[in-house]
């Protein structure tokens, strides 16, 4: 999982609109009513786009919310560009990860868990910024997949668990055009600065790599 000390500062500019009293100016002295900004504010540039209840970036996985603690609200990939992944295990069974991830207190998130029979849960938006990494950098600009397990037992990395992870894998990788090779997919021991070693010894990355690239092919397939 990802380190639990919470992102810093956050990122000000074009993210950033200020707010004062009952009104706001915005360009030439303009001024905009409060009901007239509630109507707008989702369509400028790096503010939170509406989110829809219960909505998922991948079609086989169930929406599960985690605490709002454990990311941060974004637009990516408008204000961060999304170019990697990162390969998790959890340390833990699934719904032990899925409670983590709901807890405040936690302060790491991944986007995604997928368990030992193939399930997926999807916990924060690919638009959004999940403490998954520890590293700040690395946080903005790749989606997290956690993967239940123990780094040390190779029987926890099931065919299952595989298959459905490249599947997920595969369709990120089309939404922003990320290269299937190790550069872009990556696993969490290899972020600079983390202490983790996860995806351990035992995650077969040719392997990983081919589902992902036979997946990808396969989605390139049906879109033609």
């Given at each position: 999982?990802?380190?639990?000390?919470?992102e810093?500062?956050?990122?000000i500019?074009?993210?950033a609109?200020?707010f004062?009293?009952?009104?706001?100016?915005?360009?030439?002295?303009?001024?905009l009513?409060?009901d007239?900004?509630?109507?707008?504010?989702?369509?400028?540039?790096?503010?939170?786009?509406?989110?829809?209840?219960?909505?998922?970036?991948?079609?086989?996985?169930?929406?599960?919310?985690?605490?709002?603690?454990?990311?941060?609200?974004?637009d990516?990939?408008?204000?961060?560009?999304?170019?990697?992944?990162?390969?998790?295990?959890?340390?833990?069974?699934?719904?032990?990860a899925?409670?983590?991830?709901?807890?405040?207190?936690?302060?790491?998130?991944?986007?995604?868990?997928?368990?030992?029979?193939?399930?997926?849960?999807?916990?924060?938006?690919?638009?959004?910024?999940?403490?998954?990494?520890?590293?700040?950098?690395?946080?903005?600009?790749?989606?997290?997949i956690?993967?239940?397990?123990?780094?040390?037992?190779?029987?926890?990395l099931?065919?299952?668990?595989?298959?459905?992870?490249?599947?997920?894998a595969?369709?990120?990788?089309?939404?922003?055009?990320?290269?299937?090779?190790r550069?872009?997919?990556?696993?969490?021991v290899?972020?600079?600065?983390?202490?983790?070693?996860?995806?351990?010894?035992?995650?077969?990355?040719?392997?990983?790599?081919?589902l992902?690239?036979?997946a990808?092919?396969?989605?390139g397939?049906?879109?033609?």
């Open positions: 999982m990802g380190s639990r000390q919470r810093g500062e956050r990122r500019g074009r993210r609109l200020i004062g009293g009952v009104a706001a100016a915005v360009g030439g002295g303009a001024v009513a409060r007239d900004l509630s109507r707008l504010w989702w369509k400028l540039p790096g503010n939170q786009r509406p989110r829809v209840e219960g909505a998922v970036d991948f079609a086989g996985a169930r929406w599960v919310e985690a605490s709002d603690a454990n990311f941060r609200w974004a990516r990939p408008d204000d961060y560009d999304v170019d990697m992944i990162v390969v998790h295990v959890t340390q833990g069974d699934f719904d032990s899925v409670k983590a991830f709901q807890d405040p207190g936690h302060l790491a998130a991944a986007h995604y868990i997928v368990g030992q029979d193939g399930r997926i849960a999807q916990m924060i938006r690919e638009l959004d910024v999940a403490y998954h990494a520890g590293n700040r950098s690395y946080n903005e600009r790749s989606v997290g956690e993967h239940e397990g123990f780094v040390d037992r190779p029987e926890d099931t065919d299952a668990m595989y298959a459905a992870s490249a599947r997920l595969a369709g990120i990788c089309v939404r922003y055009g990320i290269p299937v090779d550069k872009h997919i990556i696993g969490h290899e972020v600079p600065g983390t202490d983790h070693t996860d995806p351990g010894e035992h995650w077969d990355w040719d392997r990983y790599l081919r992902v690239g036979e990808k092919e396969a989605l397939k049906a879109e033609a």
